[in-house]
């Protein structure tokens, strides 16, 4: 249990603390990378948060923080929500002790549905009708083109994110509550692993793409090495190349080791030609 007083404790606190949020949400995609996407901005989020629940320079605010280093990536507009619970369950945590990896797994498990909904309605819905109603003005040179769009898109964008991270941490401090006291937040954290490692697996088969372009002449024949792959197992390539490096990474070596060993793997591959178009 750590020291708090202050922190979310009265209305003006959690309607600056929603304002704060809100401001520093903003630079979520300011440093992204391969290897975490958001996960470091997401961190660097939480810190006044963070230092306010543990204490700065703690050992548990350190621990916290090393905990949202995890990969994170997800809708822009809906973080907050996210952000916004994570805070209430660090809160709890620090006032009372949970199993902190109930914190990761729920965090894992909501990155891949928000980010769905997120892209599907936001960015690829709303913003498109936004354009669309905007553009004839735009094309005229009128004041507008601006006006509407910032009207249909940016103001319903930006209402969103300051009432998600709003939302969200009201959702997850009377949640937690009634979770600890009800003895479910074990099954919850259960579920929301199993739902994690759903959410990467299919990242994985949507984003790494290693198909072969491998003919062999056999008896006559023409032989298809990627078809016969495909009739073993569809996307076994993928999987191995990534099962080998969640192996090579649990070793405690460096991501940016993997980086260059897929990059001089890819060379290595299209020169003999196992690779290419």
Known sequence: MTN?????????SENKFY???FWRSQWLMFCTSYTKQQAVTFSWVLIP????????????????????????????TLAPFVMGLVTSMEKENGEYGIDTQS?????????????G????????????????????????????GPLLFMLVYDIP????????????????????????????LKIITKVASIIGLMMVGA????YVTFNTILKIKTAGQILNI?????????????????????????KKNKPVRVLLTIVALAFVLTIIGFTGV
């Open 49 to 76: 948060y963070l230092e306010k629940i543990y204490g700065k320079d703690s050992d548990a605010f350190y621990d916290a923080m090393l905990r949202h280093q995890d990969f994170f990536n997800t809708n822009v």
């Open 19 to 21: 304002n704060n949020l």
């Open 103 to 115: 914190i990761r797994a729920i965090k894992s498990s909501l990155m891949g549905p928000l980010a």
């Open 4 to 12: 708090n007083a202050g922190f979310l404790t009265n209305k003006k």
């Open 226 to 250: 990627q078809s016969m792959f495909d009739s073993i197992l569809p996307g076994i390539l993928p999987l191995a190349l990534v099962l080998g490096c969640f192996f090579y990474l649990r």
């Open 203 to 206: 990242m994985t088969a949507q």
């Open 157 to 184: 964008n930006f209402g969103l994110r300051w009432l998600s991270g709003k939302y969200g941490y009201k959702l997850g401090n009377s949640f937690i509550v009634k979770a600890m006291k009800s003895g479910t």
């Open 117 to 144: 909904i997120g892209d599907s309605l936001i960015s690829n819905c709303l913003r498109l009708i936004a354009t669309g109603v905007a553009i004839g003005f735009f094309k005229e040179g009128s004041w507008l």
